[in-house]
Nanobody
Framework: QAQLVESGGGQVGGSLRLSCTASAFNFTGNAMGWFRQAPGKDSEFVASINYLSSLTYYGDSVKGRFHIARDDARNTGFLEMNSLTPEDEAAYYC????????????????????WGQGILVTVHS
C-alpha cells in the first residue's frame, strides 16, 4: 500500500521540483528514491539517496540534470529536475527502502518498504 505522497508535478517547460512526504512512514534510517514510468513502458530507476545523504545514484538518462535530496526533519524527500525534455514525461513515484542498493536494483518498486501513488509530469516541447 502506498504510504508516501508525491507533489509538485504538472506541465512544465524547463525545471521542476518534486516533493515526497511520508505520513505513515519514517524516512529516518531509510534510503529513499524515485522511479518513473511512461505510458506503455516499464518503470525506470531515476535516483536514490542513502539515509545519511552521503551517497546518491542516478539513472543514466538523468545524470547531470536531476538532483535528489532529503530533509529528515520534515520527513520529506525531493527530486530537482532540470533541462527537462519530452522524454522525461512520465508518472514519477517516490520510494523508500532499508538499502540504497536495493532501490537501484529492484525491478518492481512496489515490493519496496514504501512507495507513493505517483505524480504526472508533462513537459512542453
Amino acid at each position: 500500500q502506498a504510504q508516501l505522497v508525491e507533489s509538485g508535478g504538472g506541465q512544465v517547460g524547463g525545471s521542476l521540483r518534486l516533493s515526497c512526504t511520508a505520513s505513515a512512514f519514517n524516512f529516518t534510517g531509510n534510503a529513499m528514491g524515485w522511479f518513473r514510468q511512461a505510458p506503455g513502458k516499464d518503470s525506470e530507476f531515476v535516483a536514490s539517496i542513502n539515509y545519511l545523504s552521503s551517497l546518491t545514484y542516478y539513472g543514466d538518462s538523468v545524470k547531470g540534470r536531476f538532483h535528489i535530496a532529503r530533509d529528515d526533519a520534515r520527513n520529506t524527500g525531493f527530486l530537482e529536475m532540470n533541462s527537462l525534455t519530452p522524454e522525461d514525461e512520465a508518472a514519477y513515484y517516490c520510494v523508500a527502502s532499508y538499502s540504497i542498493h536495493t532501490i537501484m536494483k529492484i525491478t518492481d518498486f512496489r515490493t519496496l518498504n514504501a512507495w507513493g501513488q505517483g505524480i504526472l509530469v508533462t513537459v512542453h516541447s
